[in-house]
C-alpha cells in the first residue's frame, strides 16, 4: 500500500466515524423548541443579593462620554496586569451591569473561575440584562452537557459558538485528527479574539481567556498576562465588531449543534447540571471575590491607581469575513505592521511566541536597513516558561536571525522569576512554593500535547502570555496579536492602541520589568571559539535555511545569566563576557539537549509549523 493511499484511507476512516450531526432538521427544531421551552421568564433580584451594584468604575464611561467632543474624545484607561484585578473587575462589571453584557473569548474552561462567571452571568440575566456569550468552539466550554443546560437557563441568557466545524459542541480527538485530514484551512481558522463589554460603556480585552491559570487560581502554571480596561468613545468600535462575530454565519446557537440538541432530546427538556445547581458549593476565595466585587467604591480604591485619562484611543479588530473567500485587506495584523513600521528609535514588544511570519520579517529588515536604525527590545518565553514546545522549537531554530539580521535584544522569561505580578498565595500553594509539584498539561491555546517541560526544581511556573508593544514611548498596543503567523493568518485577533505618552511609557516600564536578569535570560551569540569561528556561523546559516529541519549542532545563540556584582552590559561590549555566564541554551530544563533536539525535529516533522 503507497503511503499515498494510505493516507486517503486513515482520512476516510475518519470522516466515517466522525462525520457531521445526523439530526435531522425536525430533530434540530425540537431541540430549539425544548431549549426555549425550559427557559425562565422571571425578571427580577433580590435585594443585596444579586441586584445590579453600583459602580464609579461603570459610571466613569458617562464621563467619558460627556467629556468628548468632535476631533476631542476623551477615554479613561487601566493596565489589569495582575489576574486577580482581572478577575475583580470583570465580575465587578458584570455584578454592576443593567441593561446589556457581552463576553467574547476563545478558550472558557468550566474550573473555579469559570463558574464564578458563568454564576454572574446567569444572575445579571435573571435581573434583566440581556447577556450574550459568544466563543470559539474549539475550547469554549467544550462540554455538551453543560451547553444543553445553559440553553435552557433565561430568556436573557444567549450562548454561541463560533466555527464548529463538525457541527458539534464538543471536539474528541478523532474529530481533531479528521479535521486536519479533511478541512485544514477552516478547522485551524479560529476566533482567538476577547472582549467583555458592559452596557456598551466599560470594555476590557487583552491576553486573557476565562480559565484559572489567566487569574492566578491554578496550583502547578499561571500565566504572566496582560489586559486593559477601556470606558469612552471607542467602546462603540467594540460593540460593533463583536456584533459581527454573532451574527455571522459561521457562528451558531449552542442549542442547534448536534450533540447538544441530542443532549435535550434525551433529557425531553433542560437537563440538570451540578455545576449550575441551585446553591451549588462554591470554594471561600469565590466567596471572598463575590464580596468584595460587590463593593463598587472598594473596586474603584483598588483600581483607581491603575486608571489615566487619555485622549485618543483605537480598536482595530478582524472581522469574521478574515475567514471567507475573500478576506478584507485591512485587518488587525496589517494594522500592526502600520504602527511598528512607524517606529523611529525604540520599539518594546512582549508576546508569548517568538515566531515572525514572512511580512512581520520583511519589515523589520527594514527597520535594520535604516540609518538611524531603532532599538528593538523582545520580551517572550524561555523554553523552561512556554506551554507550546513546537512554538519554541521555531523561535529557536531563527534565534540567529533575529539577532543578527533583525538586530532584536531578546530576552527570555524565566520559569520561577524573581518578581512577577503573579500572586502566588491565589494558587494554594503557600509556603514554598518551589515545593509543589507541577502536573504536565497540554495549552489549549497552542494544541500542544506535551505541555511544559520538565524542570530541574519544582513549583508553580509562570508561563509568558502578554501581547503588548510600546511605539517611541508615545503609543501603546495591548490585545490578543500573537505577532506570529498564525496570527496573520489563521486567528482573528483585536487590540487597543492608546495614543498617550505616559500610558505608553507605564505599558513599557511593565514590559522592562519582566526583562530585568531576575525575571529573563538574556539571549545573545555565544562567544566565538578561537578557531574555525567563520566556518561555525556560516555552516549553521546554511543549516537555518532549510525548510523543516536544522540540523547543525552548534547553535549561534545561547541565554546568559547576570553574574552577582555586576550591571548589565550589551551584547557585543567590552566586558559582556566577563559579566555574563552562559547558562546553556535551554537553562532550568530536565532533558537531556540530544531529547531537546529530538523533540524540535519532531515538531517539525509533525508539519505543525504552518499554523504556529
Same mark, same amino acid.
Given at each position: 500500500?503507497t503511503p499515498?493511499?494510505?493516507?486517503c484511507?486513515?482520512?476516510?476512516a475518519?470522516?466515517?466515524?466522525t462525520?457531521c450531526s445526523?439530526l435531522s432538521k425536525?430533530?434540530?427544531?425540537t431541540?430549539?423548541?425544548l431549549a426555549?421551552?425550559?427557559?425562565?421568564?422571571v425578571?427580577g433580584?433580590?435585594q443585596g443579593?444579586?441586584?445590579a451594584?453600583?459602580?464609579?468604575?461603570?459610571s466613569?464611561?458617562?464621563?467619558?462620554a460627556?467629556?468628548?467632543?468632535p476631533?476631542a474624545p476623551?477615554?479613561?484607561v487601566?493596565?489589569?496586569?495582575?489576574?486577580?484585578d482581572?478577575?475583580l473587575?470583570?465580575?465587578?462589571?458584570i455584578?454592576?451591569?443593567?441593561?446589556?453584557?457581552e463576553l467574547q473569548?476563545?478558550?472558557?474552561?468550566?474550573?473555579v473561575s469559570?463558574?464564578?462567571?458563568?454564576?454572574?452571568?446567569l444572575?445579571?440575566?435573571?435581573?434583566?440584562?440581556?447577556?450574550r456569550?459568544?466563543l470559539?468552539?474549539?475550547?469554549?466550554?467544550?462540554?455538551p452537557?453543560?451547553q444543553?443546560t445553559?440553553?435552557g437557563q433565561?430568556?436573557?441568557?444567549e450562548l454561541?459558538?463560533y466555527n464548529?466545524?463538525?457541527d458539534?459542541?464538543r471536539?474528541?480527538?478523532?474529530?481533531?485528527a479528521?479535521?486536519?485530514?479533511?478541512?485544514?484551512?477552516?478547522f485551524n481558522?479560529?476566533?482567538?479574539s476577547?472582549l467583555?463589554l458592559v452596557?456598551?460603556q466599560?470594555g476590557?480585552?487583552g491576553?486573557r481567556?476565562v480559565q484559572?491559570?489567566?487569574f492566578?487560581?491554578?496550583?502547578g502554571?499561571?500565566?504572566?498576562?496582560?489586559?486593559i480596561?477601556?470606558?469612552?468613545?471607542?467602546?462603540r468600535?467594540m460593540a460593533a465588531n463583536?456584533e459581527a462575530?454573532?451574527d455571522?454565519?459561521?457562528t451558531?446557537p449552542t442549542?442547534?449543534?448536534?450533540d447538544?440538541a441530542q443532549r435535550?432530546i434525551n433529557?425531553?427538556?433542560?437537563?440538570d447540571?451540578?455545576l449550575?445547581?441551585?446553591?451549588?458549593?462554591?470554594?471561600l476565595r469565590?466567596?471572598?471575590m463575590?464580596?468584595?466585587?460587590?463593593?463598587?467604591?472598594?473596586?474603584?480604591?483598588?483600581?483607581?491607581?491603575l486608571?489615566?485619562?487619555?485622549?485618543?484611543?483605537?480598536?482595530?479588530?478582524?472581522?469574521?469575513?478574515?475567514h471567507g473567500?475573500?478576506?478584507?485587506?485591512?485587518?488587525?495584523s496589517?494594522a500592526?505592521?502600520?504602527l511598528v513600521?512607524?517606529?523611529r528609535n525604540?520599539?518594546v514588544?512582549?508576546?508569548?511566541?517568538?515566531?515572525?511570519?514572512?511580512?512581520?520579517?520583511?519589515?523589520f529588515?527594514?527597520?535594520r536597513?535604516r $540609518?538611524?536604525? @531603532?532599538?528593538?527590545?523582545?520580551s517572550?518565553n524561555? #523554553?523552561a *516558561? &512556554?506551554d507550546a +514546545?513546537?512554538?519554541?522549537a521555531?523561535s529557536h531554530?531563527y534565534?540567529?536571525l533575529?539577532?543578527?539580521?533583525?538586530?532584536?535584544r531578546?530576552? $527570555?522569561?524565566? @520559569?520561577?522569576?524573581?518578581?512577577?505580578?503573579?500572586? #502566588?498565595? *491565589? &494558587?494554594?500553594? +503557600?509556603g514554598?512554593?518551589?515545593?509543589a509539584?507541577l502536573?504536565?498539561?497540554?495549552s489549549g491555546s497552542?494544541?500542544?500535547?506535551?505541555?511544559?517541560?520538565p524542570l530541574k526544581?519544582?513549583g508553580?511556573?509562570v508561563?509568558?502570555h502578554?501581547?503588548?508593544?510600546?511605539v517611541?514611548?508615545?503609543?501603546a498596543?495591548?490585545?490578543?496579536h500573537?505577532?506570529?503567523?498564525?496570527?496573520?493568518?489563521?486567528?482573528?485577533?483585536?487590540?487597543?492602541?492608546v495614543h498617550?505618552?505616559e500610558?505608553a511609557?507605564?505599558l513599557?516600564?511593565s514590559i522592562?520589568?519582566d526583562m530585568k536578569?531576575?525575571n529573563s535570560?538574556?539571549?545573545?551569540?555565544q562567544e566565538k571559539p578561537?578557531?574555525l569561528s567563520?566556518?561555525?556561523?556560516?555552516?549553521g546559516k546554511?543549516?537555518e535555511k532549510l525548510p523543516?529541519f536544522?540540523l547543525?549542532?552548534?547553535?549561534?545563540a545561547?541565554?546568559?545569566e547576570?553574574k552577582?556584582?555586576?550591571?548589565p552590559?550589551e551584547?557585543?561590549q567590552?566586558?559582556?563576557?566577563?559579566?555574563?555566564?552562559d547558562?546553556?541554551?535551554f537553562?532550568?530544563?530536565d532533558l537531556?539537549?540530544?531529547?531537546?533536539?529530538?523533540?524540535?525535529?519532531t515538531a517539525?516533522g509533525?508539519?505543525?509549523v504552518?499554523?504556529?
Amino acid at each position: 500500500m503507497t503511503p499515498f493511499l494510505r493516507f486517503c484511507l486513515t482520512a476516510a476512516a475518519l470522516l466515517a466515524m466522525t462525520g457531521c450531526s445526523t439530526l435531522s432538521k425536525r430533530d434540530q427544531q425540537t431541540a430549539v423548541d425544548l431549549a426555549h421551552a425550559g427557559q425562565s421568564n422571571v425578571v427580577g433580584c433580590e435585594q443585596g443579593v444579586d441586584c445590579a451594584v453600583a459602580s464609579p468604575l461603570l459610571s466613569l464611561g458617562i464621563h467619558a462620554a460627556t467629556d468628548s467632543a468632535p476631533g476631542a474624545p476623551r477615554h479613561y484607561v487601566a493596565l489589569l496586569e495582575r489576574g486577580q484585578d482581572a478577575l475583580l473587575a470583570r465580575v465587578h462589571l458584570i455584578r454592576a451591569a443593567r441593561r446589556t453584557i457581552e463576553l467574547q473569548s476563545f478558550i472558557f474552561d468550566a474550573d473555579v473561575s469559570g463558574a464564578l462567571i458563568l454564576d454572574e452571568l446567569l444572575a445579571a440575566a435573571r435581573r434583566g440584562v440581556k447577556v450574550r456569550v459568544l466563543l470559539d468552539q474549539l475550547y469554549g466550554l467544550p462540554d455538551p452537557d453543560l451547553q444543553a443546560t445553559l440553553a435552557g437557563q433565561h430568556r436573557n441568557f444567549e450562548l454561541r459558538l463560533y466555527n464548529p466545524t463538525f457541527d458539534d459542541a464538543r471536539t474528541s480527538a478523532l474529530q481533531y485528527a479528521a479535521g486536519i485530514l479533511c478541512c485544514f484551512t477552516q478547522f485551524n481558522q479560529r476566533m482567538h479574539s476577547k472582549l467583555l463589554l458592559v452596557d456598551g460603556q466599560a470594555g476590557i480585552t487583552g491576553g486573557r481567556n476565562v480559565q484559572d491559570r489567566y487569574f492566578d487560581w491554578a496550583e502547578g502554571y499561571n500565566y504572566r498576562d496582560r489586559d486593559i480596561l477601556v470606558t469612552g468613545p471607542v467602546t462603540r468600535a467594540m460593540a460593533a465588531n463583536f456584533e459581527a462575530f454573532w451574527d455571522y454565519e459561521r457562528t451558531r446557537p449552542t442549542e442547534r449543534l448536534g450533540d447538544v440538541a441530542q443532549r435535550l432530546i434525551n433529557a425531553q427538556g433542560v437537563p440538570d447540571n451540578p455545576l449550575l445547581a441551585p446553591g451549588a458549593e462554591r470554594s471561600l476565595r469565590v466567596r471572598a471575590m463575590r464580596a468584595e466585587a460587590g463593593d463598587g467604591n472598594a473596586v474603584f480604591r483598588r483600581l483607581e491607581p491603575l486608571l489615566q485619562a487619555v485622549g485618543r484611543v483605537e480598536f482595530y479588530a478582524d472581522l469574521p469575513e478574515k475567514h471567507g473567500e475573500q478576506p478584507p485587506e485591512e485587518d488587525a495584523s496589517v494594522a500592526m505592521r502600520d504602527l511598528v513600521a512607524g517606529t523611529r528609535n525604540e520599539l518594546v514588544m512582549q508576546t508569548p511566541y517568538l515566531v515572525l511570519s514572512r511580512p512581520a520579517r520583511q519589515l523589520f529588515r527594514e527597520l535594520r536597513a535604516r $540609518e538611524d536604525r @531603532p532599538v528593538i527590545l523582545v520580551s517572550t518565553n524561555s #523554553l523552561a *516558561a &512556554t506551554d507550546a +514546545f513546537p512554538v519554541y522549537a521555531m523561535s529557536h531554530k531563527y534565534k540567529r536571525l533575529y539577532l543578527r539580521e533583525l538586530g532584536f535584544r531578546i530576552h $527570555e522569561y524565566k @520559569p520561577y522569576p524573581a518578581s512577577s505580578p503573579i500572586n #502566588l498565595a *491565589a &494558587t494554594g500553594a +503557600f509556603g514554598d512554593v518551589r515545593a509543589a509539584s507541577l502536573p504536565m498539561f497540554g495549552s489549549g491555546s497552542r494544541g500542544s500535547a506535551s505541555g511544559p517541560v520538565p524542570l530541574k526544581s519544582a513549583g508553580v511556573r509562570v508561563g509568558l502570555h502578554a501581547k503588548s508593544l510600546v511605539v517611541d514611548d508615545r503609543i501603546a498596543v495591548v490585545g490578543t496579536h500573537n505577532f506570529d503567523p498564525r496570527s496573520d493568518h489563521y486567528n482573528t485577533e483585536s487590540m487597543l492602541v492608546v495614543h498617550d505618552a505616559e500610558f505608553a511609557v507605564a505599558l513599557s516600564a511593565s514590559i522592562r520589568q519582566d526583562m530585568k536578569p531576575g525575571n529573563s535570560w538574556l539571549i545573545a551569540a555565544q562567544e566565538k571559539p578561537p578557531v574555525l569561528s567563520g566556518l561555525n556561523y556560516s555552516l549553521g546559516k546554511l543549516s537555518e535555511k532549510l525548510p523543516i529541519f536544522d540540523l547543525w549542532p552548534f547553535p549561534y545563540a545561547t541565554s546568559y545569566e547576570l553574574k552577582p556584582g555586576c550591571n548589565p552590559i550589551e551584547p557585543g561590549q567590552p566586558g559582556f563576557f566577563t559579566c555574563h555566564e552562559d547558562v546553556g541554551a535551554f537553562p532550568e530544563v530536565d532533558l537531556p539537549l540530544k531529547t531537546v533536539y529530538t523533540r524540535i525535529l519532531t515538531a517539525f516533522g509533525a508539519g505543525l509549523v504552518p499554523i504556529l
